[in-house]
């Protein structure tokens, strides 16, 4: 994996994720309740506090949960809520090295089909179905991981030019768009409660 990816709007974080399949999984668990740059800027803010330049699934499983939420705590925090990220990322981890020694790249590489690939991220801890749906979007869009159907099992996320979703930022007026549409969402959702009172 080796691509030029734009999620953190930041060159440093945005080279290890197009270069680092654990990078770019540890992201996408941390999008969520906050702004979707910080989120993918996680990982090489992890990866240099821990004094590396690449995250290793093995040693962050291994970290001392303690000691793991204080790399993500320390000022500025990595996440809103670093502590119970620290626990999910290690959680995640521990799953990579008990199901694919520890190889994140290996949850997609061989997967036979876009349902099958959409199980296996499904399967991972922290990934409900749309944010799998959303990174199995990415893999298709920008990271060349393209099993038959998974346009269909990535749902509205594999629509092409759809900017529903970090699959779809690839510089600053896509981010804007993505942006757009997620308040869009937001105002309709928040409407059709309205109406439902």
């Known amino acids: 994996m080796d691509v030029t990816l734009r999620l953190a ?18 992201g996408m668990l941390l999008d969520q309740q906050i702004p979707m740059e910080w989120a993918f800027k996680g990982p090489r803010t992890i990866a240099d ?51 694919y020694d520890g190889d994140a790249e290996a949850v997609w590489k061989d997967a036979g089909n876009g349902a099958e690939l959409l199980k296996r991220l499904q399967e991972l801890p922290g990934f409900g179905k749309q944010k799998a749906q959303i990174f199995l979007a990415l893999l298709g869009k920008q990271l060349g991981v393209t099993p038959e159907g998974w346009r269909e099992a990535a749902g509205d996320y594999g629509q092409a030019k759809s900017f529903r979703s970090v699959a ?9 768009k993505v942006r757009a549409h997620k308040q869009e969402m ?12």
Do not use: N, W
Not at 9 to 26: F, I, T, W
Not at 58 to 84: C, M, N, T, W
Not at 186 to 197: E, L
């Open 49 to 99: 506090r821990m004094g590396t330049d690449d995250l290793d699934a093995h040693e962050i499983a291994a970290q001392d949960p303690e000691a793991f939420a204080a790399v993500l705590s320390e000022k500025p925090a990595v996440h809103r809520y670093p502590g119970s990220m620290a626990k999910r990322i290690q959680q995640l981890c521990q799953y990579l090295v008990e199901h």
């Open 9 to 26: 709007q930041d060159p440093d974080a945005d080279a290890l994720l197009g270069r680092s399949p654990l990078a770019a999984l540890v």
């Open 186 to 197: 937001k105002a309709a959702a928040k409407a059709a409660k309205a109406a439902g009172k």
């Open 168 to 176: 779809d930022i690839t510089g600053p007026e896509s981010l804007a």
